[in-house]
């Protein structure tokens, strides 16, 4: 009796540890290549396996997007620049099977493919296409890859530059680059701003020439607005040569209206000063052409 409860013992001992190594459970994740003496003879899926201990192995396969970071490498442009870019990369496993047995470590070698695409890549652009069209580099990196990767059982999902460091010269020469085309572009507003300008004064000047009492309306305009401030001293300009022909008139006719008082008093007849008076009248309607002094 003793002898079969040994036996009966030993019988379930050696089922839990076969049962144990049995058993497998693989994640939703993941998939479960199973080799039989040494050959693939399927893909078991999520869930609980069953294999023959000793004779069957079971390697699990992570379908799991996989971020990788390609570490900055020193390229030269086609225009001879050298720059440090770094990237990274995002992929997945797609055919469990072959990226067990085509390839021993799939993300070694992708690593390393991912680096000297992103050389290659980058050396066929200049430095300027390097900067601006960063989605065209990564489409070119991301097709490479997946024509070599596809034979892998691995998908190449993205592909994105990270970082690209240029030398102290360059950015100072690019700098002073964006400087000057700023300043064209401000001397080119100025320019526009001036010729509307200069076609809205001639408008206004057309405007003046057929009503010549809208210039005197606007030099009162401006001087009223000098007056705001409280200047102590403001020179105003008026049209001068109109003023300098009218003081000259004026003078010439006063000239005239005194020599003829003084044959009347010689003669000893009344004078007549009517034109005096009218010059005097007329002198003081042009008041408003002669150049202005105000103090404050």
Known sequence: MNALTVVVILVVVVMLIVAALSIRVVFQYQRGVLFRLGRVVAVRQPGLNFIIPVIDELKRVSMRI?????????????DNVSVDISAVAYFRVIDAQKSVVVIENVYAAIDQIAQTTLRKVVGQHTLDQTLSETDAINADIRTILDTTTLE????????ELKDIQLPDGMKR???RQAEAEREKRA????????SLAAAALGEASDTMVAHPLALQLRNLQTLV???VDKNTTVVFPAPLMSAISDIGGF???ETAAASTTGQASATGSTPTVDGAVDSSHEWSMNQSAVPTKVTG
């Open 66 to 78: 996989v971020t990788m970071p390609i570490q900055s490498q020193g390229i030269i442009t086609r």
């Open 251 to 253: 003078f010439a006719r």
């Open 173 to 175: 020469a690019m700098a």
């Open 187 to 194: 001397k080119i507003i100025a320019a526009e701003g001036e």
């Open 225 to 227: 607005e000098l007056g």
């Open 152 to 159: 892998w059982g691995v998908e190449v999902t993205l592909v």
